[in-house]
């Protein structure tokens, strides 16, 4: 990657060098890009199933129509606790906890994010972390809502979040009306106009509808939801913080405002008391107006659900089981608090208007919010305990499949054989039909062949559909899994002529119905079986007559494949009058339908429990959730319905729930062990070639003739083969997805390669005995000591002031101080005052623009100095003086706008637009001004360093601005350090380090070859890297954003432009590293491959320490920062390949405007 001398080397041979380092580069690259991606298979999949029937609830719900209000961002506690003077700051909600509604805490989960906090609460799953892979704005995934299911859902609201409801709806009765996106400015005028604005169009919605019958007659239906979004609060909470008097006024402002709509829509319906109101918020917010991460502060938001069907206000007098003391501080001992998880909000406000629950919904009913019959709480209950088994047993579902077959062999065979016509030629039917020799074998025996040409042959899985086909007039029955039907189907042609769609269709004795109900199945035998049973009655024969009769007639149509219609029949369609007349008839009790179907079913899962152990030898299934089991719970939970014990139904239907969730987790990370095991058996092997190519080509080892003869080489090749034809196969077996063939074959060819690398080992071990053993070891000690210091300050940030210190210390212990008192003494200090950073805290840091302009001003006056006390080894040219004067100029400038910009905006004058201007001509001239400058060493470091710190300045708060400058000083003396501790080795000749220069190529002869201290270097490097990311904020934890350090170039929320600005501010000391190592690698004379192979031995030694502490258990947050980690270190690999080529010609090129090349080049 550097600029070496080549010249004295054959083209050639320098061609196959450049060549080998280019695939190196690659092959790396492509190693660490699929292991990175892994583990989006591995736990970023996507939790959510596709296909279940909806389940709705078969008694009558309580409410016509639900009112959903969302303050977005209201904290629990901001809501319920009271005002000094003991009166509350939501009159009207704490009138209705008071009096007519229940009400609780709802639990989000992480993240705490506006998108899934309202995907949990309106579609009740948690969210669906393949989101991380497909950015958070809009839904990667199709799923079912409340909105979804109802008949139409109104929706007024931000523009943000409303139109993924809309598009994620199905069909077109989800109506939205939101206002436009420029309102949401954080900063300018009062933000709680959102909420005023969704009031507003709410009343005069109610309004309208009054005089326009058509709205009013569809308002009056039932299943309808209205659903309010307001963002005031969240808005403000950002730009004031949640303690300030504008976010606590505005929750006035909503409850006021509620007060007012609920009485518009009582009004509007007549007070018909059919009515259920909903009000939650997305997420809380941490104190200093944040959310995304796991804080109380942001995970507890508050729940009030009053109206129709809703449990009253619950006095109660023990103490309830809740110990945060939250219920002291809100003074709601008395009333009975009901906590909830998010996603149970879902099927709550499924059941109150009698939709069924979202199909994906994890969540499970309260039942204590729920006034209504313990009827009712038991069959709500059961629904939801199906629909959650729904999800679980997806994979195992056959019925439906057998109807898929039917549905493609009605639809995609050829319907021109159809009737008597000749089969057209040229067609898969025509040659499946035509000359098929037919034979009868008895026995031994064997008939002469015949062979039809028209017709179905027997014993043939298609022959049922044709001989349908060929028997009636071609038919389609449509069966729609879609969620709405409103949208019509193109009827198939069939030579021009449209197929006659209907609603059924007998197919082999069944009817199957398009809608799936089966109703008219079990009708239709019921029909027949009132003329029937009445013959024979007149016969007045016996019994057994009459029982053989009905087995013969009647039962064998009524049980014609009941295993595939009667599980999804309706419960007056399953009762069968025709069983009960058959059994006045008879005189003797038949068995019912019920235990028939019991009995064919289980005939059916032993065939396919058994299919599944043949098919998929090495499949393990869910253990407390079997078939049989499933079947079981679900029967027992119908007869407990129907003995009226309730309660114990209730419980085993919550069990049921439960253990389909855990079975859900289970098959979702099913294969998880192996994925890892595959993914960390490549990791291993690219470690250790690395290691094998580092010592081969920049160490100086004993050479010995290859061992590893030809012959070897090509068993090794072989074998290599018969591995992957192997694995293909297995995988093959198990139907794996085509990724799976990357993570399991990728390890093959880097083992190989590995094993050809092998030489170089027993090289290694035969220059054993010549290695001063005991250093190595020392030096290995320390770098895993390292290691393990910098996976732990991934946790806990204050550890890298403990490797500071350590590492300050390092001039005294290596003896470099006697040397180089200075130069020791101000790496000493150096490194206290970067250790000072990992102290102090990433969030809730007050703003001090001050600071800013100080930090300015140190960084002006520092450059000055230095410039001045160089002038005399290094004298400036004309042009570059200009140039740093500029730049300093354009430092000063960037100081002082911060602080124009934050009192601007604490005067509520929005952000000024020459501030904004300044603020992105900086950014966007960051990395293009220092390539302006002279090329000699600290000329060039000089300029990225102003330029790096206005553009950081600019982005900054308070004292973390001053980071990059105290970074920056420790760097300049690492440099330095560095030198001295080259001549302390006497490596090489002492060279002015200022009149080196970038630019200069280097001599390849003089590259050394690798000693134990470059691990050190390496290792240093890699510690400065990790503190440039962790120093001043912790990028692990979406916490450490905060808005306010953006402001100076905008103040409307745009997540992707915040998170791309506060990307650059984390990335700016990391460019201060890397030119540094840059440097370090010219002033030792060291090839940068092999430092770099060095850096990239430590990373991913860490990267696989880290891909060992992902975890799937604990909390979301632990979860998902175990990933994050993981992510950050590989991502971290990959960046610094990038980068480091950047960085290159980041030093080493430099622009020549026009005109000026003369004046650089006397
Ligand atoms: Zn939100
Ligand atoms: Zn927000």
Not at 23 to 44: A, E
Not at 305 to 332: E, I
Not at 1071 to 1080: A, D, L, P, R
Not at 1083 to 1111: E, G, K, W, Y
Request: hydrophobic share 45%; glycine share 6%.
């Amino acid at each position: 990657m550097r600029g070496y001398d080549w010249s004295h080397l054959r083209p050639s041979s320098v061609l196959t060098l450049k060549m080998r380092m280019i695939t190196f580069f690659l092959v790396g690259l492509t190693v660490h890009v699929v292991f990175f991606l892994s583990i989006f298979d591995i736990y970023f999949t996507s939790p959510l199933v596709h296909g279940m029937t909806p389940q709705a609830m078969p008694l009558a719900p309580p409410a016509s129509r639900l009112v959903l209000i969302v303050a977005d961002g209201l904290r629990a506690d901001s809501l319920f606790t009271l005002l000094p003077n003991g009166s509350s700051r939501a009159p009207y909600l704490r009138n209705v906890i008071e009096e007519k509604g229940t009400w609780g805490v709802s639990h989000t989960r992480v993240p705490t994010e506006s998108r899934p906090g309202h995907v949990a609460l309106i579609a009740g799953f948690y969210e669906d972390v393949s989101a991380v892979a497909k950015g958070w704005k809009e839904n990667p995934v199709e799923f079912d809502s409340v909105f979804n299911e109802s008949r139409h859902t109104w929706c007024w609201g931000s523009p943000d979040i409303l139109p993924m409801f809309a598009k994620g709806a199905s069909g077109d009765h989800v109506y939205t009306h939101t206002y436009p996106a420029v309102e949401e400015d954080f900063a300018s005028t009062d933000a709680s106009r959102l909420d005023t604005w969704v009031f507003t169009q709410v009343k005069s919605f109610f309004q309208s509808a009054k005089s326009n019958s058509t709205l009013k007659a569809t308002l009056l239906e039932d299943r309808n939801v209205y659903f309010l979004h307001l963002l005031g609060i969240d808005t403000n909470g950002h730009a004031h913080r949640p303690m300030s008097q504008e976010y606590l006024d505005n929750i006035g402002l909503v409850d006021a405002g509620l007060a007012e709509v609920v009485s518009v829509v009582e009004d509007f319906f007549g007070y018909d008391g059919r009515t259920a109101y909903v009000f939650t918020s997305d997420h809380g917010m941490t104190n200093w107006g944040s959310h995304g991460a796991g804080h109380p502060s942001e995970t507890l938001t508050p729940l009030v659900v009053w109206g129709a069907g809703v449990h009253n206000a619950h006095k109660v007098t023990q103490s309830q089981p809740y110990n945060d003391g939250y219920l002291q501080d809100w003074k709601l001992e008395h009333l009975r608090r009901v906590d909830v998880n998010q996603a149970d909000i879902a099927p709550l406000m499924a059941s109150l208007i009698g939709v069924p629950i979202p199909l994906n919904s994890v969540g499970v009913l309260p039942l204590l919010y729920l006034n209504n019959s313990d009827q009712f709480k038991a069959e709500s209950m059961y629904t939801n305990a199906i629909q959650v088994l729904e999800q679980f047993k997806l994979p195992n579902t056959y019925v439906r499949n057998a109807i898929c077959g039917l549905q493609f062999s009605l639809q995609h065979s050829d319907p021109g054989q159809a009737g008597t016509e000749a089969p057209q030629p040229g067609t898969a039917l025509t040659d499946f039909l035509t000359n098929r020799p037919q034979v009868l074998r008895i026995g031994d025996n064997t008939s002469s062949t015949l062979v039809l040409s028209t017709g179905t042959p027997q014993g043939c899985v298609l022959s049922p559909a044709l001989f349908t086909l060929f028997t009636t007039r071609p038919k389609e029955v449509i069966v729609d899994y879609r969620r709405s039907r409103r949208t019509k189907h193109t009827p198939l042609l069939i030579h021009g002529e449209a197929v006659e769609g209907v609603s059924n269709i007998k197919f082999l004795g069944i009817h199957i119905t398009s809608d799936l109900t089966w109703s008219m199945n079990t009708a239709s035998p019921g029909k027949k079986g009132s003329t029937k049973t009445l013959l024979p009655q007149e016969a007045e024969t016996c019994w057994t007559l009459l029982t053989n009769f009905y087995r013969a007639t009647i039962k064998s149509i009524l049980c014609l494949s009941v295993a595939v219609w009667y599980g999804s029949c309706t419960a007056k369609n399953r009762k069968a009058r025709v069983v009960k007349t058959a059994q006045g008839v008879v005189g003797s009790p038949l068995p019912d339908l019920d235990s028939i179907y019991a009995g064919r079913i289980q005939k059916k899962m032993k065939m396919i429990q058994k299919k599944e152990t043949t098919l998929s030898f090495l499949f393990t299934p869910y253990q407390l959730l079997t078939e049989s089991k499933q079947a079981e719970f679900i029967h027992k939970a119908r007869i407990l319905i129907q003995l009226e014990k309730y309660e114990d139904a209730i419980s085993l239907c919550q069990t049921l729930i439960s253990h389909a969730l855990e079975g859900l987790v289970y098959y979702h990370t099913y294969d998880r062990f192996f994925l890892g095991c595959s993914v960390v058996l490549g990791f291993v092997g690219w470690t250790s070639y690395v290691v094998l190519i580092l010592l081969k080509t920049h160490a100086s080892l004993n050479r010995h003739p290859s061992l590893l003869k030809q012959g070897h080489s090509h068993a090794l090749g072989r074998l290599c083969l018969c591995v992957t034809v192997l694995i293909t196969v297995f995988l093959l077996i198990q139907k794996s997805p085509i990724t799976y063939y990357i993570y399991c074959l990728l390890p093959v060819p880097v083992w190989y390669s590995v094993l050809k690398e092998s030489g170089t080992l027993t090289d290694l071990i035969h220059s054993v005995p010549s290695l001063p053993l005991w250093k190595c070891f020392g030096y290995f000690m320390l770098v895993a000591f390292g290691i393990e210091l910098l996976v732990v300050s991934f946790f806990h940030r204050a550890m890298l002031t403990v490797g500071l210190t350590v590492l300050s210390l390092w001039p005294f212990l290596s003896g470099l101080f006697g040397k180089a008192k200075f130069r020791s003494l101000s790496w000493f200090l150096g490194c206290l005052c970067l250790a000072a950073f990992p102290l102090m805290p990433v969030v809730g840091r007050e703003p001090n623009t001050h600071l800013v302009t100080c930090t300015g001003l140190l960084t002006l006056f520092t450059s000055a100095c230095y410039l001045w006390s160089s002038r005399q080894r290094t004298p400036l040219h004309l042009s570059d003086r200009q140039q740093f004067v500029s730049q300093m100029l354009h430092v000063a400038v960037c100081a002082y706008v911060p602080s124009l910009t934050h009192s601007s905006l604490q005067q509520k004058q929005g952000l000024p637009l020459l501030n904004q201007i300044i603020s992105w001509t900086t950014l966007a001239s960051s990395m293009v001004v220092p390539l302006l400058s002279s090329t000699r060493l600290f000329h060039r470091l000089l300029s990225i360093f102003l330029s790096l710190t206005a553009t950081y300045l600019l982005l900054s708060t308070g004292s973390e601005a001053l980071f990059p400058p105290v970074l920056s000083w420790l760097m300049f003396v690492w440099i330095n350090i560095e030198q001295e501790a080259m001549l302390s080795q006497g490596v090489s000749s002492r060279q002015e380090l200022s009149t080196i220069d970038f630019s200069a190529n280097i001599d390849i002869t003089k590259i050394r070859q690798l000693k134990l201290d470059d691990i050190r270097r390496s290792y240093f490097f890699v510690f400065f890297i990790i503190t440039a990311f962790f120093g001043t904020g912790n990028i692990a934890s979406i916490n450490s954003f905060d808005p306010a350090s953006v402001y100076c170039f905008l103040t409307v929320f745009n997540p992707f432009i915040m998170g791309g600005l506060m990307m650059w501010k984390v990335i700016i000391p990391f460019i201060i590293v890397m030119c540094t190592f840059e440097t370090i690698q010219v002033a030792t004379q060291l090839s940068s491959r092999s430092l770099f192979l060095i850096v990239l031995v430590i990373s991913d030694l860490m990267a696989l320490h880290f891909f060992f502490l992902v975890q799937d258990y604990g909390s979301w947050l632990d979860i998902g920062t175990s990933i994050s980690h993981y992510v950050i270190v590989m991502s971290m690999t990959i960046f610094l390949m990038l980068l480091s080529v950047v960085t290159h010609i980041f030093t080493s090129r430099r622009l020549i405007l026009w005109g000026r090349a003369k004046m650089h080049f006397p």
